[in-house]
């Protein structure tokens, strides 16, 4: 697919650019070229700030932490995932995917029980 540069913005009003897949041609126009605030060169604008399109995932991350930390019935102490996050000048931000399959790593870890040994510390 043909690669080309996406003007994000910060809610702060910071603008940077991004390589994107090309979007699609829509018949409503909701994505217009712009000339870059950085480089005058002519780019998509995305159709969201990078905060509204983290927002939009917010929810997808907390459950699957959620469910991995509490679903278990030995829930672990540490719960690690990484999801593949893909910015589109369209769509904002996407789970990443990889021959059309979307994977996200989970590595749970449990911490060794450690015997109480704290009422014999002091030898009494």
């Not at 390589?19 to 712009?34: A, G, L």
């Not at 005058?40 to 991995?68: F, H, N, W």
């Amino acid at each position: 697919m043909d690669k080309e540069l996406a003007q994000f913005r910060l809610e702060d009003g910071t603008a940077f650019l991004v390589e994107v897949d090309r979007p699609p041609p829509t018949r409503d126009s909701s994505i217009q070229r712009v000339a870059s605030v950085n480089t005058g060169q002519m780019v998509y604008q995305a159709s969201e700030t990078l905060e509204q399109a983290l927002d939009s995932i917010k929810p997808v991350v907390s459950t699957v932490c959620s469910r991995m930390k509490s679903g278990l019935t030995t829930p672990a102490d540490e719960v690690e995932v990484t999801f593949g996050l893909k910015l589109a000048a369209q769509a904002g931000v996407v789970f990443g995917s990889v021959s059309g399959d979307v994977t996200f790593q989970v590595k749970l870890k449990w911490a060794k029980e450690t015997e109480d040994t704290s009422s014999g510390a002091d030898g009494i």
